[in-house]
């Protein structure tokens, strides 16, 4: 599904990504670790798209699609999703109405008629009740005044309710309490089927014990230096970062 | 002769050539003040940008235009203009029609109006209710630096009139249907007096229409009377063309624990002026000032506000909101006032603006000045940019750039129509709004015009 060679970038003249390479087939869980600054959201913003620093090497590929040659809108309608590690308050901006303009953005892209006012708003119950999200809230404005955990339940709840194939979850654990992770790793796990794929980005390896991964990924230094199953997870947890670094650096020596 | 004393000279002599004609039609109170204003007005002339609260603003193309009809009555045709329907009126409301300034003399009626309410000509007002009109008339309305107000003086013919009597209160709104329409270029001037006794309530819109493609200047002012514990609501929606020029200068006076909202929705106009002037005359006074201004091409929007906090314990609000698309300019002065002794006043003011393009402009200006020690005021301005951050969230979701645009400019501008009370009406403004933001002039429905003029 997604195929990344040698992904090199740069911000702002310092190369932030160092030759990355990621094979992720349908139906995988991936989940890529590391510590703070290692170039984990570099990545996951680059995948959805975001026009930032400069790509100088390397290649994504994606359903058979370059997809480096596609807008950020294209990318979400061939379905890709990211859930960000800090989603955006758009105030003014109801939630019913970026959801209902989003989804038929969707169904338009793929031939089909907009949805009716009042199946759109049935699908957003069911979806709803998913993340245990309160009512009140899209009659909100987008994230204006939700507080921390709700803003990453509206993440999987937008989630829900466009059905990616791939989907990028950028920390969505950060700032959860226990409950809130159980709701939100439930509700990904829900939306988990043999066709789509998920790459869970985080720091920890607490959220792995709700979305259990078919893959590791260590990145350091804007590199993955370390792959392996769950249980790479285990180890890193066990024996912190630091164990990762010695070994780099040990490396780097020889 | 400079063309400052050229304008000056060629209002003193319309004056002076048709001042039987203005009086004609107006009553002997309203020309007791004629002369002075005259006076007045040669001395100040049209504001130029010497004038720091026009400083921004060129009144000029606007000015040095020879008009072919000014201040005169002629035979409105009020039959033609009734059948105009604006499309703020699906909500229910009362209307009124006011073209080229002039109201029908109808006695004050409108079908259905509860007791205690009279809206209608000012010039039958003044013959009517001389009491009324002599106890507020060109009592609040005063600039001593802007010779605009003196020239409204000393040539209008009519305007509106609406007086609530004590306690009394209107559930559905007033709506004044303000139109231009002639086939020559035209002047305008009409005068508004607005008088809400104590106790009493009056929600009010004002729309802004022009009819025909010609050359239009309004140059009106309103005077507002807000008793004692009294209520006022006054949204006005602006929709003109770029061929328009408006002037208004709204002073609303308030008494003691009076709440009053003004609300300047401008959509489309060549040049508008909004002056707006609440006056807090004592204790536990309240007032918010909104406007949200959209401008593109060569348009100019300018808001000139003043807050006149002369008793302690008042509270002010101003919120103003702008999107600037193309060549469009605009520009924002807020005065706050504190006067001595107008202690434990909270005034706040906020001025926030969207540039489209690197060649839109707007200048904003705060103006504090504050002569008691123990206030509350603050005050915000930004220009700036769509949200970056917010355009990707929207974008990464699969909105198309245009939209994401559209949805952000609208949820900008929704912060300033989301304290509209009236909800039909706050949706209403909301499509218009939408409508305008999309490139589509939000005219009304059975308007025929080319606006593109």
């Known amino acids: 599904m997604l195929q990344i060679e040698n992904l090199k970038v740069e911000i702002e003249g310092k190369e932030i990504l160092k030759g990355i390479s990621l094979n992720v087939k349908k139906g995988e869980i991936h989940a890529i670790m590391g510590p703070n600054g290692s170039g984990k959201s570099t990545l996951a913003a680059v995948l959805a ?80 009740e998913l993340v245990k999200i309160e009512s009140g809230l899209t009659s909100r404005s ?14 999987i709840f937008q989630m829900a309710m466009l059905e990616p194939r791939l989907a990028i979850l950028d920390e969505t654990d950060s700032g959860l309490d226990i409950d809130a992770l159980r709701i939100v790793a439930n509700g990904v796990n829900q939306l988990k089927t043999a066709e789509n794929s998920t790459i869970v980005i985080t720091h920890y390896q607490r959220l792995l014990d709700y979305i259990v991964p078919d893959f590791v990924h260590v990145l350091y230094d804007g590199k993955i230096v370390k792959s392996g199953d769950k249980s790479l997870a285990l180890e890193l947890e066990d024996k912190g970062y630091d164990w990762i670094k010695k070994d780099v650096e040990s490396v780097s020596y020889e | 002769m400079s063309k400052r004393e050229e304008t ?55 000015f040095n235009t020879k008009y072919k009809s000014y201040f005169v009555p002629e035979e409105a045709d009020f039959m033609a203009a009734s059948d105009f329907r604006c499309e703020v009126v699906e909500l ?27 809206v209608g000509s000012l010039a039958e007002a003044s013959e009517r209710f001389p009491d009324i009109v002599e106890k507020h008339y060109a009592r609040y309305a005063r600039n001593g630096k802007d010779g605009l107000i003196p020239l409204n003086t000393a040539l209008a013919s009519d305007g509106m009139f609406v007086h609530v009597k004590k306690g009394v209160s209107l559930s559905k709104p007033i709506q004044v249907i303000n139109l231009v329409h002639s086939d020559t270029d035209m002047f305008v001037q009409h005068r508004n007096l607005i008088v809400v006794e104590d106790n009493a309530e009056l929600p009010m819109i004002v729309c802004d229409h022009a009819l025909s493609p010609q050359k239009f200047l309004t140059n009106a002012v309103t005077e507002i009377y807000v008793g004692e514990n009294a209520r006022l609501d006054m949204l006005r929606v602006q929709n003109e063309h770029n061929n328009a020029a408006k002037l ?46 959209l401008a593109d091409r060569w348009q100019h929007v300018d808001n000139f506000v003043s807050i006149d906090h002369a008793y302690p314990n008042c509270l002010s609000n101003q919120l103003f909101k702008g999107v600037l698309d193309d060549y469009a300019t605009g520009a924002f002065n807020g005065r706050i006032l504190v006067n001595e002794g107008a202690q434990k006043t909270l005034a706040y003011q906020k001025n926030n603006n969207i540039l489209l393009t690197d060649d839109a402009r707007m200048d904003t200006k705060p103006q504090l ?24 969230y929207l974008k990464s979701r699969g909105i198309n750039k245009t939209e994401a645009r559209l949805m952000l400019m609208f949820g900008f501008a929704h912060e300033v129509i989301a304290n509209i009370k009236t909800e039909a009406l706050r949706q209403r403004i909301d499509e218009l709004v939408l409508q305008r933001l999309r490139g589509e002039l939000s005219r009304c429905a059975n308007c025929s015009l080319d606006c593109d003029k």
């Open chain 2, 8 to 62: 000056i000279q060629h209002f003193s002599g319309l004056f002076k050539e048709n001042s039987s004609r203005i009086e004609k039609g107006s009553s002997g109170l309203i020309n007791s003040f004629r002369k002075e204003a005259m006076d007045q007005f040669r001395e100040l002339g049209i504001p130029d940008r010497k004038n720091e609260a026009y400083k921004y603003i060129n009144l000029d193309p606007w």
């Open chain 1, 49 to 128: 798209g975001k026009e930032f620093g400069e790509i100088t090497n390397g290649k994504i590929t994606y359903m058979g699609k370059d997809l480096m040659d596609m807008e950020p809108e294209d990318r979400s309608k061939e379905g890709i999703f990211l859930g960000f590690q800090y989603p955006i308050e758009i105030p003014g901006v109801s939630m019913v109405n970026f959801m209902r303009t989003a989804l038929n953005e969707h169904r338009k892209y793929r031939g089909e008629e907009a949805m009716s006012s009042s199946d759109f708003l049935k699908l957003m119950r069911e979806k709803k």
């Open chain 2, 248 to 293: 208004t200068h709204t002073f609303i006076h308030q008494e003691r624990n009076s709440n009053a909202v003004s609300n300047n929705i401008t959509l489309h106009g060549g040049m508008v002026r909004n002056s707006t002037y609440h006056r807090l005359n004592g204790e536990g006074a309240e007032c918010n000032a909104y406007g949200l201004y």
């Open chain 2, 92 to 118: 229910e409301s009362y209307n009124k029609i006011l073209l080229n300034g002039f109201s029908p003399k109808d006695n004050g009626t409108i079908e259905g109006l509860p007791e205690g309410i009279w």
């Open chain 2, 369 to 392: 000045e504050i002569y008691a020690d123990d206030v509350k005021c603050s005050h915000g301005a930004t220009v700036g940019q769509l949200d970056e951050e917010a355009m990707f």
């Open chain 1, 142 to 155: 987008v994230n204006e005044g939700f507080s921390g955990g709700e803003k990453k339940r509206n993440e």
